[in-house]
């Protein structure tokens, strides 16, 4: 890590009465996924735990018992440990969801590194940036993916990266002249070091922000905080359980390695979001419950109307990272016919809220729900947002150590500064059962004429009710006289294209008032969303500015 966050690291540490407050009553522990693992391998050897299946590889699903992968992981952990890798270090990795990439993490905790997981699709620039101001002393990736030479940028990006001391590849290596993974690691032959992991309190994983909004902040999270999100799960779940988030991001590392090895549970993984797959491995698997983002639990529904398959076994479904509409929500619930399950989190909260399975069936599309346990919740007025608007910010066990600049390392927030509260810059307000409704980031906000804040959300709802409008954004646009103004972004659902004039008078058919209209129409052919399916509007925006 470079000095200033060297030293946010070591200093990030919780009071000694939060942590025994949250101790008492079960949040936190002293133990980590190594205790996890060992438990795991000594009662239940034979029983599975991965069910790993890869497009990419063009191969059947991969089963590992939990005997299996802790050999595995334990050979990984005696080829990095080879590679210099100590307690403390920090180990990156940009990998496909595969079991090598679970067991690779379970070796980093066995050895006490930190880990840095990473989205794949980075370009250099990016990467080198992620790299530099976390220390990383190795990367590891796949040598491509997606069409995307990844072993070739990440040696871009170790240019000037004196610290980088390893770049391992999965795959080609020599082509990168890299370590290669299959020699070093999969092949390690040497003995396995006595464990040396990070305490429960330590910060053993850096995550980034998305970004959508602007520039993406590190966060910092210990095993405790990741512990916390994942002891709030409701209720008991069958084997197996399906997980299509990506371990690149804190909620996919946590269901994917952490819940898997802490519940015991077979856990289904797969490379590919291509919705017939999914469907194929959920039927052949019998799985029981599915963890996805919207966009992906939306194509699953629309392929299964088209071509059925048999889901007897799926129960529920559960939604993350991402707003969920109502439309959405009855198109789920109604051609995969299981209990939908709206959750909402961000990289700092590790979750937080959720509805509830006996929820009516497009209730999750209109709500984020109530606190989960040990979460509590703080909503205050924001000036200017319109009648009911709130600000939210959380305070739970789970939430993360600090967050800090990703290209300084300085610290931008501490729980210690705000007594453990997290402004989330989410708008909500109650959704008449109880609980929040989200209606978006308070940095997406549009100031309309007169200073009176545009209902962004009620506006883009308002635009998916119209036949011509297969998904929407409103952002905001400078203007001379009105200082910002609402430009639709929208791709069409057929041709010719709604007019501005026809959207403008559907909304006001809707009730809508006359300043909360958009002024601009750009038609796109999608909307450009990050891997958690968030809009970018950060890029739209800079669109509108230019057009």
Avoid at 77 to 102: D, I, K, M, S, Y
Avoid at 130 to 151: F, K, N, Q, S, Y
Avoid at 209 to 224: I, P, Q
Avoid at 353 to 373: C, F, K, N, Y
């Amino acid at each position: 890590m470079n000095a200033e966050l060297r030293e946010l690291a070591t200093t990030v540490h919780p009071d000694p009465v939060t942590a025994a407050r949250h101790r008492a009553v079960g949040h936190w522990r002293d133990e980590t996924v190594v205790d996890d693992l060992a438990r795991a391998r000594a009662a239940v050897p034979g029983q599975v735990a991965l069910i790993a299946s890869s497009a990419h590889r063009r191969e059947r699903a991969r089963t590992l018992t939990y005997g299996e992968l802790g050999e595995r992981a334990d050979r990984f952990a005696a080829g990095l440990h080879a590679l210099g890798v100590r307690r403390g270090q920090v180990v990156a990795f940009q990998l496909p969801n595969w079991w090598e990439t679970v067991a690779l993490a379970l070796a980093c905790a066995h050895l006490g590194a930190v880990v840095l997981p990473l989205k794949l699709g980075m370009g250099a620039h990016e990467l080198r940036r992620r790299l530099r101001v976390c220390g990383a002393a190795v990367c590891v990736t796949v040598d491509r993916w997606d069409g995307v030479e990844h072993a070739g940028v990440l040696a871009e990006a170790a240019t000037g990266l004196p610290g980088l001391r390893h770049r391992v590849v999965l795959g080609d290596a020599a082509a990168t002249a890299a370590v290669d993974f299959d020699a070093r690691l999969r092949g390690a032959r040497g003995p396995l070091p006595p464990p040396t992991p990070l305490s429960a309190d330590e910060v053993a994983l850096v995550a980034f922000t998305s970004g959508t909004t602007g520039d993406a902040l590190g966060v910092l999270h210990s095993s405790n905080t990741m512990y916390a999100a994942i002891s709030r799960t409701d209720g008991p779940v069958q084997d197996p359980v399906a997980v299509a988030s990506v371990i690149g991001v804190p909620a996919g590392y946590r269901k994917i390695v952490l819940e898997t090895v802490l519940r015991r549970r077979r856990v289904l993984i797969s490379d590919s979001p291509d919705p017939g797959r999914w469907l194929a491995l959920l039927a052949e698997h019998r799985a029981t419950s599915m963890t996805a983002i919207p966009r992906l639990l939306r194509d699953l529904a629309a392929e299964q109307r088209l071509r059925p398959r048999p889901l007897t076994e799926l129960r529920r479904l559960n939604s993350i990272a991402a707003p969920l509409t109502v439309a959405d929500a009855l198109l789920i619930r109604e051609h995969l016919g299981a209990e939908l399950v709206n959750g909402w989190g961000m990289t700092e909260t590790g979750g937080g809220l959720g509805t509830s399975a006996a929820d009516p069936p497009g209730w999750p599309g209109r709500s984020i729900g109530t606190p989960r346990r040990g979460v509590e919740v703080r909503l205050r007025d924001e000036p200017g947002a319109g009648p009911g608007v709130r600000r939210l910010a959380v305070r739970s066990p789970s939430v993360c150590l600090g967050t800090f600049r990703r290209d300084t390392g300085r610290p931008v927030w501490l729980p210690r500064e705000h007594d453990g509260w997290y402004d989330t810059g989410d708008l909500v307000r109650d959704d008449g059962r109880g609980g929040l409704q989200y209606l978006g980031r308070a940095a997406d906000r549009i100031s309309g004429p007169g200073a009176s804040m545009i209902p962004v959300h009620d506006v883009e709802e308002g635009l998916r009710k119209h036949a011509g409008v297969a998904d929407v954004a409103l952002v905001g646009y400078p203007s001379a006289e009105h200082g910002e103004l609402p430009c639709a972004v929208v791709v069409p659902a057929a041709d010719p294209p709604p007019s501005l004039k026809e959207l403008r008078d559907h909304l006001t058919g809707r009730g809508m008032s006359r300043w909360q209209l958009p002024t601009r129409l750009l038609l796109a052919p999608a909307l450009p969303r990050n891997d958690l399916g968030k809009v970018r509007k950060d890029q739209l925006r800079q669109r509108c500015t230019t057009s």
